[in-house]
């Protein structure tokens, strides 16, 4: 753990304190609204944190991580409506599906040799057939969804996440942390940087030893694991579940924005572009509103447009950039 | 001594084309062992083959008596077997010192110690001065000294070392040349070299392998095979060799 933190400097420290005290207290004194953007940025910045850990660290571009959103979403929504199994221990069984289904595209992929865009094309087949699928199956509410009901004299089963905006607020910022300390912790250690041998260059990685297979295994599975549980957090927050929107390739489009425009490999890169993009997604809708422009397709074109133009500035991610310019860069540990 | 490599018949097809034909050698340990040839010869390949890249279509390679041919790279690294690329493959993202360490992590108990281990390393390859770079800023003869390191930092018995020296000029050649004969002596490190840069095979070498379109066509001391006829005429061409 001590070594994990080694890369703050003690003005980063500071940083990173105040962005936590400011979160902390941002209940109390935002508005309801602002802070239900922040509570998608701090969401958008642990999902984004679980697939940076694939591709930003082992190289591994997955274009389908709605697929283990979806299973995680949906295994635990299922427990606890049809068979009354609370979120706490339904989260190790998503967790666990997700696993497994990231053992056979991992299986599939490593297995015959299926590299680099090849790969790519894998893992959205696997979240398309799986969207598919629930799309079709009665059991899981089909193409009309799946509904976890909402009951105000349960809103105190705080441990079935039946809470508050405020509870749920919390728990996107305790998993917003976590997700930092699981990516800092790994970045620190023998996986980490087994991580990033392979991003580099597979075949000196091998020539050094690491084995690559079993590598690219921990890397999916960590990822895969981690992005069922903010499933998990989905759907106990918006008790609506539809494979339109969950398992589709859009929402794994959406959760890999942030990494990407905040900086790859990055610890903070997640962050930084999960607090850049949800509010500036959330300003475009209230400010096309206020013009007049709403008509479909207008948001995208202005958003599409402005994250050409971060990518055309800052090509390795805001925060390499930022952290220049703040004085923030990490140090050699 | 004994034979701690040994690389016994060992054929490798290309399509068509046989890259190694039936090549045997055995290398002692504790040697330095050089095996040249023009290019083509099959040198690399015969480097791939021992470690793992590819598998031989016939014949065995044997590592402390126990056969290896066949395994994965990591499994050969693992074993004690390290080599270097002849086209460098650095780690360019990475620093300096981190490629070192990802060496040195295969047999460190954690990063800690493995970043020590490989300080010490880019110390004696004066390269510690630019741990901090990143290993894509490297001038060549940087890359080339860092291939040795992040090998030498995996500590294995054998290094497998792919001409090294090309793109070296004379001086730091012979500092190349103090390195390895003082890892060879202190470390007891065998060293398998491929090299063109004779002045680093007759310094270094105990022995000089000769392959030529594949085949084996001379081994012995670096002085008795340059002497030899056919050595001189697989370089130079027919008439040099009358």
């Known amino acids: 753990m001590k070594g994990a933190l080694s890369f703050l400097t003690p003005r980063s420290t500071i940083a990173l304190l105040v962005c936590g005290v400011a979160l902390l207290i941002a209940p109390f004194v935002v508005d309801r609204y602002t802070l239900s953007i922040i509570l998608l940025a701090l969401l958008g910045t642990y999902l984004g944190q679980a697939w940076n850990i694939l591709m930003g660290y082992c190289g591994l571009l997955s274009l389908g991580h709605a697929l283990y959103l979806g299973l995680g979403a949906y295994a635990s ?26 053992a056979v595209l991992g299986w599939l992929g490593f297995r015959f040799r299926i590299e680099d865009v090849y790969f790519s094309l894998l893992t959205i087949a696997f979240a398309e057939i799986v969207r598919i699928g ?99 957090y989905l759907a106990f927050w918006t008790n609506n579940l539809f494979p339109a929107q969950i398992l589709e390739t859009s929402k794994s489009i959406e959760i890999i924005l ?46 599409g447009l402005i994250l050409m133009a971060i990518i055309a500035a800052t090509p390795n991610g805001i925060w390499p950039w930022l952290a220049r310019k703040l004085g923030l860069e990490a140090r050699e540990p | 001594m004994t034979a701690l490599l040994e690389v016994v018949d060992v054929v490798k097809r290309f399509r068509g084309l046989t890259a ?30 021992i470690a793992g890249v590819y598998a031989p ?38 620093s300096v010192r981190d490629n070192v360490a990802i060496g040195a992590m295969l047999r460190a108990p954690d990063m800690t110690a493995a970043r020590a281990q490989g300080d010490e390393i880019l110390r004696k390859l004066d390269l510690f001065d630019k741990s901090a770079q990143k290993a894509g800023s490297l001038t060549l003869p940087d890359r080339k000294r860092l291939e040795v390191a992040r090998a030498l930092a995996t500590k294995p018995r054998i290094i497998l070392l792919d001409e090294v020296m090309a793109g070296l000029r004379p001086t730091e050649t012979d500092r190349m040349v103090g390195v390895l004969r003082d890892i060879n002596r202190h470390d007891k490190l065998t060293i398998v070299m491929i090299e063109h840069v004779m002045r680093a095979v007759m310094a270094l070498a105990d022995r000089v392998h000769v ?24 370089y130079l061409g027919m008439k040099a060799a009358h």
């Open chain 1, 77 to 102: 929504a299922i427990l606890f409506v049809n068979y009354g199994v609370g979120p706490w221990l339904s989260v190790f069984v998503a967790m666990a599906l997700a696993i497994g289904a990231a």
């Open chain 1, 134 to 232: 629930f799309d079709n199956w009665s059991f899981v509410g089909g193409a009309a969804g799946f509904f976890l009901p909402v009951n105000a004299s349960l809103s105190h089963q705080w441990w079935n996440l039946r809470g508050g905006p405020l509870f749920f607020y919390y728990l996107a910022l305790a998993m917003a942390v976590a997700s930092l300390v699981i990516a800092a912790v790994l970045r620190s250690s023998k996986l980490g940087y087994a991580f990033l041998a392979i991003r580099e260059d597979p075949q000196a990685a091998r020539a050094l030893g690491v084995n690559i297979n079993r590598t690219r295994f921990l890397a999916l599975f960590i990822s895969a694991a981690m992005t069922a549980v903010g499933g998990v």
């Open chain 2, 211 to 234: 392959l030529h379109h594949g085949a084996s066509i001379a081994e012995g001391a670096p002085q008795e095979v340059t002497k030899d006829a056919r050595v001189i005429e697989s």
């Open chain 2, 20 to 49: 190694v034909d039936s090549v045997s050698l055995s290398v002692e340990d504790g040697e330095i062992f050089a095996i040249i040839g023009p290019n083509g010869a099959g040198k690399t390949t015969l480097f791939n083959l």
């Open chain 2, 57 to 94: 279509d016939e014949g065995e390679v044997r590592y402390a008596g126990a056969r290896i041919d066949g395994q994965e790279p990591e499994q050969i690294c693992a074993a004690g077997i390290a080599r270097t690329f002849q086209i460098v493959k650095p780690f360019p993202d990475l």
């Open chain 1, 258 to 303: 942030a990494p990407i425009i905040g900086g790859l490999g990055t610890l903070m890169g997640p962050f930084v572009g999960a607090f850049l993009l949800v509010p500036l997604g959330s300003a475009l809708t209230d400010g096309l509103r206020a013009i007049g422009l709403s008509a479909p397709g207008v948001k995208a074109l202005v958003y």
